[in-house]
């Protein structure tokens, strides 16, 4: 079996799972609703104040869902509760972040300013000049508005300057050192 599809979810209070039919599942709670369809073979029940995920049988393919499954319902319920959050640093001279409305601008030595849109139920917060934090319920939207952001000037190994996560370490590497 595998050990994290066998997990029950706990559904913590204030929070309601429903599984309608093709297996979509739709968890609300009270920082918002989140909807998704799962894989249609897996066996998805609400016990009383948790859910459990099976699977129909042994094929490897109903292996790999049903950890997938059972982890996808568990991202949806923390994100209704808790949220997601990634933290993103600027580091360079002269390279600035800021806010104003729904318009995150980045200067990131380039010869214009770059601007994002936060994407629907996608929230950006700064925090100082050069902490960019991505908040959202949806764990894959917050993480994939976090890349695009990371994209836009990714870290580079000799001094370091970019965006980077909080949480990364750059591999740093010595420059080219002068004839003697």
């Given amino acids: 079996m595998s050990r994290i599809g066998r997990m029950p979810i ?31 073979e897996m066996e998805i029940k609400v016990e009383g104040d948790q859910v459990v995920v099976s699977r129909p049988n042994d094929l490897k393919k109903m292996k790999s869902f049903h950890g997938l499954t059972r982890t996808l319902i568990h991202n949806m319920v923390v994100g209704v509760t808790d949220g997601y959050e990634k933290k993103l640093e600027v580091n360079g001279v002269g390279y600035r972040a800021s806010k ?8 990131l030595g380039y010869s214009h300013p770059v601007e994002m849109t936060d994407p629907e139920g996608i929230e950006t917060v700064m925090e100082g000049q050069n902490v960019i934090i991505v908040k959202g319920i949806d764990k894959e939207k917050v993480g994939q508005f976090a890349a695009e952001i990371r994209d836009k000037r990714r870290p580079e190994p000799y001094k370091g300057k970019g965006i980077k996560y909080a949480d990364e370490t750059i591999r740093r590497k010595v420059g080219k050192t002068g004839k003697k």
């Fill in 10 to 40: 706990a559904i913590p209070a204030g929070v309601t799972v429903e599984v309608a039919e093709n297996n979509k599942v739709t968890v609300k709670g009270p920082k918002g609703t989140l909807e998704r369809v799962l894989p249609a």
């Fill in 100 to 107: 104003s409305g729904k318009t995150l601008t980045l200067n």
